[in-house]
Structures are given as structure tokens and as C-alpha cells.
């Protein structure tokens, strides 16, 4: 359990490629979307336009979580987002809207 606990606490990088149109809606007006998930997982995210690439650098919970978050707002450009079982985690409060 110690050795597994450092592991997760170790900083480390992932990449995600992503379309054009992806890298606009992840960046958002001003790099405001960017900055919001990179301030909500606590995770450096970071565009590499030339390459069309995200880079996330942290630990692996909060790359984790910066990554759910990108494909959160991914999904919003095809509709509307359901949320699953599976998604749900101590970084969501699911809330039931009436209609």
C-alpha cells in the first residue's frame, strides 16, 4: 500500500491528441475553459497548438481528473451530458433538476 501510494503521488505526463475544433472548445474564450480545469484538477494542462495536443503534467489523480473534465466538455459539443454511475466520484455532486 505505501509503494502504491507513492506511485500515485509521483508527478508524471500523459498526452491526448485532439482535432482543431476539439482545441478551440477546450481552450475556450481567452484559455478560460483551459485554466478552469486546470485549476479544478489541480493538474498543469496545456495546448501544444502545432501538434494539436493537450499535455497534462501531475499526479495521476489529478491528470485523472483533468482528463474526465476534458471529456465532460468535449461531450457538450455533441448535446446534452449524461451523467453515469461510473462517472460519479468524490469530485461530483449529482444533482436531480425537474423538468
Request: with cysteine; glycine share 6%; proline share 3%.
Amino acid at each position: 500500500p505505501a509503494a502504491a501510494r507513492r506511485k500515485e503521488e509521483e508527478v508524471g505526463t500523459e498526452r491526448l491528441e485532439i482535432s482543431d475544433d476539439d482545441a478551440a472548445w477546450v481552450l475556450g474564450m481567452a484559455g478560460q475553459t483551459k485554466m478552469k480545469i486546470a485549476a479544478v484538477s489541480e493538474c498543469s494542462v496545456e495546448l501544444l497548438d502545432k501538434e494539436l495536443v493537450l499535455e497534462f503534467t501531475g499526479t495521476a489523480r489529478q491528470r485523472r481528473r483533468a482528463q474526465k473534465y476534458v471529456r465532460c466538455v468535449l461531450a457538450q459539443r455533441a448535446g446534452p451530458v449524461v451523467v453515469t454511475e461510473e462517472d460519479i466520484s468524490d469530485d461530483c455532486t449529482v444533482l436531480t433538476v425537474p423538468q
